[in-house]
């Protein structure tokens, strides 16, 4: 564990939950803080050898029930979420503090919902209502930039008003994203004033889209297919959709594996925002919940939206 330093902030440190094995030294730097997480502690209730670096294919063989209620937040046909429940013997009194979770794959509407649907599924049972989000991807009419960030806000809105009568918290949420949907749930988070919105976790985010566009694999080379065109023809569009260009909401967290081969590390350690890197985790980690990566972001979780 570091100390990192900045000229224009003096530092601190804080002592985290018990659960945790060590001390982490935070430092700020204007409003941000970044840390680097070598040793992850694992929930006591958690079960079974954590896995690491786990292929897409993985995740997509989970088995799920697909027990949701499905509600459209608008009259597009991809503009609609389901929304997770806890099991009823897990519920307290109050009602269950909100998840919304935007998935992602690329921006492309070859990857939809349906692969982080074990992941919702495991989320909720440890005690959260989800709000997952499909929403307009390239290839889809209105989908791109700045659609798919649109049909987000939109999905994000109609949670604040609409979800209450389900038993779900709509004051207490933490919009959290996947890779390409950290990318949209990081900058929808910034743009929601809500009080209600107590934080935001990228998960694996994507940061810059300029420095990303300029990669090489499939996933990199769809940022001008996201965008509508290469960074030198409209600088400001990639500069409008990245996070590292735009103010945070206050309480943001990057959540980044280490071995990660589709978003570089880079994304979260030079982003300027706060983040935690966990050693050895691929990029699919986040949301297969049998493994390391999904434990960090369940007590991470729990330390920003208690139960």
Known sequence: ????????????????????TTALLLNACSSSVAE????????ASSTGAAQSNVSYSSV???????????????????????LYLPPRTSRAATKAP???????????????IKHSNAFSEALAKTGYAVWSLEYRRIGDEGGG??????????GIAFAQTSLAGFGVDSSRIVISGHSAGGQLA????????????????GLAA???????????????????????????????????????QQVMHSSTLLLQ?????????????????PYKMVENAGHFDWIHPQTTAYRQFILSLKELLPL
Not at 60 to 82: D, E
Not at 105 to 112: H, I, K, Q, R, V
Not at 257 to 273: R, W
């Open 60 to 82: 997509v063989a989970l088995p799920v029930n697909n027990k949701y209620v499905k509600l459209a937040y608008g009259t597009a046909p991809l503009q609609f979420g389901q």
């Open 36 to 43: 680097r997480v070598n040793t992850v502690a694992v929930d």
């Open 257 to 273: 594996g280490s071995a990660d081969n589709i978003v570089p590390p880079s994304q979260a350690s030079q982003s300027g925002i």
């Open 186 to 201: 990081l900058l929808a988070g910034s743009k929601n004033a809500s009080p209600a919105i107590v934080s935001v976790i």
């Open 1 to 20: 564990m570091s100390l990192k330093r900045c000229k224009t902030a003096g530092y601190f440190s804080l002592l985290r939950s018990a659960v945790l």
């Open 206 to 244: 994507i940061t810059d889209m300029v420095s990303y566009g300029k990669g090489d694999n499939s996933c990199q080379n769809a940022t001008a297919q996201f965008i509508g065109g290469d960074y030198n023809v409209m600088p400001e569009r990639y500069q409008q959709a990245s996070a590292q």
């Open 145 to 154: 930039w700045p659609g798919s960030l649109t049909d987000v806000q939109q």
């Open 98 to 112: 909100l998840v919304i979770f935007v998935h992602g794959g690329c921006w492309l509407n070859a990857y939809d």
